[in-house]
């Protein structure tokens, strides 16, 4: 939960400097770093909660995740809430990928190569690190929570039991 919470900061604040005028401020590799640590993350997040019986969809889900601490639940919103901010302000990704060669800057797009000016070519390299982050802080977020309504539904279990076997 803590390591989920913890790297969610960074990629948020990775999405939040693409909207900073100039050059990229955060590493291309650094934001897809935080990209890739996602999934080890969240699918650990699921398999805890299948571990301890907790469905992962549906109503009982949600209530699950609603009845996790407040302040998890504040903090995971909020990094959410600031990067769907973001999102919205950044607009839509560039409608290409990005490519620098030593004649200039251009976006590729499905086979075709449009020379831009490198303002653009900048553009579309911060564009591409906000969406990937926006979605690592989003699972990233949720893996913190779920993972606290695994431990919750743990620990419920296991005082279920230590109260069945001292009734017995």
Do not use: N
């Not at 909660?49 to 998890?72: Q, S």
């Not at 950044?90 to 800057?105: D, H, I, L, V, W």
């Amino acid at each position: 939960m803590g390591v989920s919470l913890f790297l969610a900061g960074p990629a948020a604040t990775a999405v939040v400097l693409t909207l900073l005028p100039g050059r990229p401020v955060v590493p291309e590799a650094a934001a897809f770093t935080l990209f890739g640590l996602m999934f080890p993350l969240f699918w650990g997040a699921v398999l805890r909660c299948h571990r301890v019986g907790l469905p992962t969809r549906g109503p009982d889900f949600l209530l699950a995740l609603w009845l996790t601490p407040r302040w998890l639940r504040a903090a995971a919103g909020a990094l959410v809430a600031v990067v769907v901010l973001c999102v919205a302000i950044g607009g839509a990704p560039a409608a290409g990928q990005p490519e620098r060669t030593a004649e200039g800057y251009y976006l590729t797009h499905r086979g075709g190569r449009e020379p831009v000016s490198r303002a653009v070519y900048e553009s579309a390299l911060k564009s591409g690190v906000r969406w990937f982050d926006a979605g690592a802080t989003f699972f990233l977020a949720v893996s913190a929570v779920t993972v606290a309504a695994a431990h919750r539904a743990e620990e419920e279990t296991l005082a279920g039991r230590r109260g069945a076997r001292g009734d017995a």
